[in-house]
């Protein structure tokens, strides 16, 4: 009688057991397959232009006539689950940066500044590449030289900040 007793305790023991686990398990379970994030990779930029040749006898308009040069990041944005949208980078080695597009007019192909920011389809990579969408610097601060790095902030409309480093590229290899 005492075995029977103990044994049914057991079962019993094991039953709330296994009920708790289920019931423990059971509210952490997606309701929706996860949503995948999405990742950029292959984050280039343009060289800049060399800088005016200080050997030249123009001391005083250095820097005060030459503009700073611009250059351009580009990169791959894989989409995750969800679509997304580019939204504002950010860089120290440029007095500004924006997002910018190129597009045909008249006959010419001119850049501009894209409003709102610019969309990351879902499950889709989108390229920012010459002659396309991208991040442009503006007013560069240093000389950026090919094999370099430096870092560049990205924000998404729903993925958030995003910090990337970019790989300094001539164009000329
Ligand atoms: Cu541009």
Not at 154 to 171: H, M, P, Q
Request: net charge negative; glycine share 8%.
């Amino acid at each position: 009688m005492k075995y029977t007793l103990t044994f049914s305790a057991i079962v019993a023991a094991v039953t709330i057991l296994a009920s708790a686990c289920g019931g423990a398990i059971a509210p952490t379970l997606p309701t929706n397959p996860p949503t995948q994030g999405l990742t950029i990779s292959d984050v280039w930029a343009r060289a800049s232009a060399a800088k005016p040749d200080s050997s030249m006898n123009m001391p005083a308009s250095d820097g005060m006539n030459m503009p700073k040069p611009n250059s351009a990041v580009y990169m791959k944005i894989n989409g995750g689950g969800v679509a997304d949208k580019l939204v504002q980078a950010e860089s120290a080695v440029a007095a500004a940066v924006e997002l910018h597009t190129v597009e045909m007019k008249d006959g010419v192909m001119q850049m501009r500044q894209v409003e709102g920011g610019i969309d990351v389809p879902a499950h889709a990579t989108l390229e920012l590449k010459p002659g396309g969408f991208h991040v442009m610097l503006i007013g560069l601060e240093q000389e950026l030289k090919p094999g370099e790095t430096f870092k560049v902030k990205l924000t998404f409309e729903k993925a958030g900040v995003k910090e990337v480093v970019a790989e300094i590229r001539s164009l000329q290899q």
